[in-house]
């Protein structure tokens, strides 16, 4: 794990040294693992391909709740991280609920 802090510079120049810390922040090697993993995230697009792998399986749910006796009642989302709304009475589906079975 590594932490960090974005700020105006209003408020970053008025915090002194050791008036902020993490438990996370400065560790050497988080910061070079850190530093590779965003690497990684620009070098290979993660954030674009995560764009449209989000549109893909949007597009992909909302023909299945398309269908008539579909349980799906909508989908939304950016990027992967994505919602289904499941069309499901107040306890009518017992204790686990209809979401377990899609």
């Known amino acids: 794990p590594v932490s960090a802090v974005l700020s105006s510079d209003e408020v970053m120049l008025t915090i002194?040294?050791?008036?902020?810390?993490?438990?996370?922040?400065?560790?050497?090697?988080?910061?070079?693992?850190?530093?590779?993993?965003?690497?990684?995230?620009?070098?290979?697009?993660?954030?674009?391909?995560?764009?449209?792998r989000g549109e893909q399986l949007r597009r992909g749910l909302e023909q299945i709740a398309s269908v008539i006796s579909s349980p799906i009642q909508s989908?939304?989302?950016?990027?992967?991280?994505?919602?289904?709304?499941i069309d499901e009475?107040?306890?009518?589906?017992?204790e686990l609920g209809r979401a377990w079975d899609i």
């Open 16 to 52: 002194k040294p050791g008036e902020h810390g993490s438990t996370y922040g400065g560790n050497p090697l988080a910061c070079k693992v850190a530093m590779a993993a965003l690497r990684v995230i620009n070098e290979e697009h993660l954030s674009q391909n995560s764009l449209a």
């Open 89 to 94: 009475p107040s306890g009518s589906y017992g």
């Open 75 to 85: 989908v939304r989302g950016r990027g992967l991280l994505n919602a289904i709304i």
